[in-house]
């Protein structure tokens, strides 16, 4: 069993880090760290990351993709194509987000009753309270 972390939340764990206002340009600069098309290539990138103004103003990003590290590796195996698809796992937690969200309903509701319902957010008072008058 080959376990991958997912890229995606280690990006946004790294941005945790930074100042609201670095955020966009710091997700550039990690980019070719999990862009890299090889494993060496990326602790080349992860180096330069280091090494660079980001790794000098954030260093406990640069430490927390080497904690992560041995996660993140495998994703480097997989062609590209493939790594497009794997680079998150929300496509992997969502048949199990939904089994969650169905067994949270309550009995009385079925998963096709909750289907079916009016998806407004409202109650049946607050939708009589917001429908127009005739």
């Not at 206002?21 to 602790?43: G, M, N, S």
């Not at 062609?79 to 969502?94: F, G, H, L, N, S």
Request: glycine content about 2%; proline content about 7%; hydrophobic content about 45%.
């Amino acid at each position: 069993t080959t376990l991958q972390t997912c890229i995606v939340h280690l990006i946004r764990n790294s941005l945790e880090y930074a100042s609201w206002k670095d955020r966009k340009i710091l997700a550039q600069a990690l980019r070719p760290i999990y862009t890299a098309t090889t494993a060496e290539a990326a602790v080349d990138a992860l180096e330069e990351f280091e090494r660079g103004s980001w790794g000098e103003r954030y260093p406990t990003i640069a430490a927390l993709w080497r904690r992560a590290w041995d996660r993140v590796i495998p994703f480097f195996a997989f062609p590209p194509a493939v790594r497009r698809v794997i680079y998150t796992a929300d496509e992997i937690d969502k048949p199990h987000d939904a089994l969650i969200s169905t067994a949270a309903l309550p009995p009385w509701l079925s998963a096709s009753a909750a289907a079916s319902a009016p998806q407004s957010g409202l109650g049946p008072r607050q939708q009589m309270k917001h429908s127009s008058r005739v």
